[in-house]
Nanobody, 123 residues
Framework: QVQLVESGGGLVQAGGSLRLSCAAS????????MAWFRQAPGKEREFVAA????????YYADSVKGRFTISRDNFKNTVYLQMSSLKPEDTAVYYC????????????????WGQGTQVTVSA
């Protein structure tokens, strides 16, 4: 079993930046594709970004491409989401997820989830 704990959320003004972290434990971190999803009130959980097991490949939703950067540190068992040029529409609970197969965008394919961290972007 893999346990995931997110941190780094908060309140930021539009145009600002935040860095989310997700610390993993209980498994071999380098075996997992890691991803970030988000869920705004009244909306479905949506894919944001993912990083391959080695960190050599990254994947992004079109809505965040060029503004967000996902990375991982396999020595620290941590995945990061650097968010810049934040917009009010980025407001959501952000979830970290892990899957022991290759990258997928479908949230139902991910086996492990964190509890989420709130990101609020004010106009």
């Amino acid at each position: 079993q893999v346990q995931l704990v997110e941190s780094g959320g908060g309140l930021v003004q539009a145009g600002g930046s935040l860095r989310l972290s997700c610390a993993a434990s209980g498994g071999t971190f380098s075996r997992y594709t890691m991803a970030w999803f988000r869920q705004a009130p009244g909306k479905e959980r949506e894919f944001v970004a993912a990083v391959s097991r080695s960190g050599g490949s990254n994947y992004y939703a079109d809505s965040v491409k060029g503004r967000f950067t996902i990375s991982r540190d396999n020595f620290k068992n941590t995945v990061y989401l650097q968010m810049s040029s934040l917009k009010p529409e980025d407001t959501a609970v952000y979830y970290c997820a892990a899957d022991n197969e290759v990258f997928k965008r479908n949230r139902f394919e991910y086996d492990y989830w964190g509890q989420g961290t709130q990101v609020t972007v004010s106009a």
